[in-house]
């Protein structure tokens, strides 16, 4: 899975609980638009988001993998941490709980070794964008295909 690297870099730093959370969800949809569009004009559409509440704390959406020619989809969510953007985003998904030692309770994917210190180094210019392309996305390629080859996921 190729993702193309994010255009843009949040430039406000503000979580939910701040009075400029509207103006940084400006940003956070501007990037993820410009972020899906590109994907999609290079043919390498994998995921599609959308906020799960009005507030714009919770999301969801669906990601898709494919391995020798069959695609395999899954539902995922997060939930914007208070502490965001210093915090990096933690995202489940649940259909896979318990599949790899990769994973939290819950259904979370491990971000601890890679993308947390790369977060931490780039908040608050990091957003949900970079969540999907440099922690889901490197997630999903690695651990995916070994999850298939294993037998732990079957396509229906």
Same mark, same amino acid.
């Given at each position: 899975?190729? *993702?193309?690297?994010?255009?843009?870099?949040?430039? $406000?730093?503000? =979580? !939910? @609980?701040?009075?400029?959370?509207?103006? @940084?969800?400006?940003?956070?949809? %501007?990037? /993820?638009?410009?972020? $899906?569009?590109?994907?999609?004009? +290079?043919?390498?559409?994998?995921?599609?988001?959308?906020?799960?509440?009005?507030?714009? *704390?919770?999301?969801? =959406?669906?990601?898709?993998?494919?391995?020798? /020619?069959? @695609?395999? +989809?899954?539902?995922?969510?997060?939930? $914007?941490?208070?502490?965001?953007?210093?915090?990096?985003?933690?995202?489940?998904? !649940?259909?896979?709980? &318990?599949? *790899?030692?990769?994973?939290? @309770? &819950? =259904?979370?994917?491990?971000?601890?070794?890679?993308?947390?210190?790369?977060?931490?180094?780039? %908040?608050?210019?990091? =957003?949900?964008?970079? %969540?999907?392309?440099?922690? /889901?996305?490197?997630?999903?390629?690695?651990?995916? !295909?070994? /999850?298939? +080859?294993?037998?732990?996921?079957?396509?229906?």
């Amino acid at each position: 899975m190729q *993702t193309q690297s994010p255009q843009t870099n949040i430039t $406000i730093s503000a =979580g !939910p @609980r701040d009075s400029q959370w509207i103006d @940084r969800l400006k940003e956070e949809y %501007a990037a /993820l638009i410009n972020y $899906i569009k590109t994907n999609k004009s +290079e043919d390498n559409d994998w995921v599609k988001l959308e906020p799960a509440n009005k507030e714009c *704390t919770n999301w969801k =959406g669906k990601c898709w993998v494919v391995h020798n /020619l069959i @695609r395999y +989809e899954f539902d995922f969510q997060f939930e $914007i941490p208070p502490t965001y953007p210093l915090a990096p985003i933690e995202i489940e998904i !649940p259909s896979l709980d &318990g599949l *790899t030692p990769k994973m939290y @309770r &819950g =259904g979370k994917i491990c971000i601890d070794i890679h993308f947390a210190p790369l977060w931490q180094k780039n %908040a608050p210019k990091f =957003g949900i964008v970079h %969540a999907l392309q440099l922690a /889901l996305a490197p997630w999903l390629a690695a651990e995916i !295909p070994v /999850l298939i +080859e294993e037998g732990k996921i079957k396509k229906d």
